[in-house]
């Protein structure tokens, strides 16, 4: 063994949580993506004697699990399929919900814009279905803190079972506490703690107090509302407080193109707005916001613009507790499932392990 490689005795990453299962063969309790011949998507999760039935024949599990990702196999009736495992765009998409998900496309924006550095201490509110959280995790790494607040337990209990299917079980940097985040956050963090914020939930005007209380000078908060009056509301609620910088808002659109030799065009078909991203920054206590002056104009809300922001207004869904039963149990099949892979994994890295004393 080289001196190069004594100093890196892990090259592969396998003791970062969430790593190990993102190389190597298949394995039995792992989600995989399918693609036929005709493009269609199927994710099933492989277990032993396990097969995926459709009306163009059955296709054996078998044939997955031991193989590398990138493969190409045909079940009973000739159908081929290429195999790979979901990309975290693909599997947020695809995973079981309660709540609506934070789409990648917004995701990752905030990651980005709140500048989440590996280690960092984020605050979330609400966890929802799990979707954002797991790219937070993965931007703080095993070092970092990632608490978040659900008030639903339905919603906690199903967002677990998603992060647990991605990392192969409990990830070490993520603590999940239910109640309200205005209530509970100051009883749970320290004053000026807390480096980034990120709010997804109805009104989160009503956290802003806890938050600049929580929150490092210079620390990032950013929320993500669907409505043009919330974003109007939250705003206005940022300058009042005095304690933020001017608050920045936009939103983020993807168009996807359809490219094939000279026939190139937009798709037909896009996802557009899901949701406003509005950002500001924790100014140290005493200084004045610093904002370009801007003509008068209406800031203040009457009881009817009020009635405006009720969750019945703004067309939030009512989950149905049949549904939220439904996706808690598949979130927590899919962790079960997940879990005994990496146990496969942490099995094998064992034995290479000993091997290796052994020579």
């Known amino acids: 063994m080289s001196e190069q490689q004594e100093s890196h005795p892990n090259p592969i990453g396998a003791t970062v949580r969430g790593a190990a299962n993102r190389r190597g063969p298949f394995r039995s309790g792992e989600r995989v993506q399918l693609m036929d011949e005709t493009g269609k998507m199927t994710t099933i999760t492989l277990v032993d004697g396990g097969e995926h039935h459709t009306h163009r024949g059955v296709l054996a599990h078998e044939l997955l699990i031991g193989q590398p990702e990138g493969t190409v196999v045909s079940n009973t009736s000739g159908i081929q399929y290429q195999a790979l495992r979901p990309l975290l765009k693909d599997f947020v998409l695809s995973m079981p919900r309660g709540a609506a998900v934070v789409y990648p496309k917004d995701s990752g924006q905030i990651v980005t814009?709140?500048?989440?550095?590996?280690?960092?201490?984020?605050?979330?509110?609400?966890?929802?279905?799990?979707?954002?959280?797991?790219?937070?995790?993965?931007?703080?790494?095993?070092?970092?803190?990632?608490?978040?607040f659900e008030r639903r337990e339905e919603?906690?209990?199903?967002?677990?079972?998603?992060?647990?299917?991605?990392?192969?079980?409990?990830?070490?940097?993520?603590?999940?506490?239910?109640?309200?985040?205005?209530?509970?956050?100051?009883?749970?963090?320290?004053?000026?703690?807390?480096?980034?914020?990120?709010?997804?939930?109805?009104?989160?005007?009503?956290c802003l107090n806890a938050v600049a209380t929580t929150l490092a000078p210079g620390g990032v908060v950013i929320c993500y509302v669907a409505t043009v009056p919330q974003l109007s509301r939250v705003a206005e609620a940022m300058r009042a407080d005095g304690r933020f910088t001017e608050p920045e808002a936009s939103e983020t659109m993807v168009r996807g193109w359809h490219v094939e030799g000279l026939a190139v065009r937009p798709d037909h078909r896009m996802v557009a707005h899901t949701g406003f991203l509005i950002q500001s920054r924790r100014l140290v206590d005493g200084a004045p916001r610093l904002a370009p002056k801007r003509r008068a104009s209406k800031s203040e809300y009457t009881e009817e613009d009020l009635q405006a922001w009720t969750p019945v207004a703004l067309g939030e869904r009512v989950v149905s507790d049949r549904k939220l039963r439904r996706a808690g149990r598949d979130a927590a099949s899919l962790a079960e499932h997940a879990a005994r892979a990496q146990r496969e994994i942490d099995e094998q890295a064992r034995a290479d392990e000993g091997q290796v004393r052994d020579d």
């Open 155 to 206: 919603f906690a209990e199903i967002a677990r079972g998603n992060i647990e299917t991605m990392f192969g079980g409990p990830h070490p940097a993520w603590e999940l506490s239910l109640g309200d985040l205005a209530e509970e956050l100051a009883a749970r963090e320290e004053p000026g703690s807390v480096d980034r914020v990120i709010l997804d939930m109805l009104a989160p005007w009503e």
């Open 113 to 148: 814009m709140a500048d989440v550095f590996p280690g960092a201490r984020v605050v979330e509110a609400g966890v929802g279905s799990g979707a954002l959280t797991i790219s937070l995790l993965r931007a703080v790494g095993d070092e970092g803190h990632v608490h978040s």
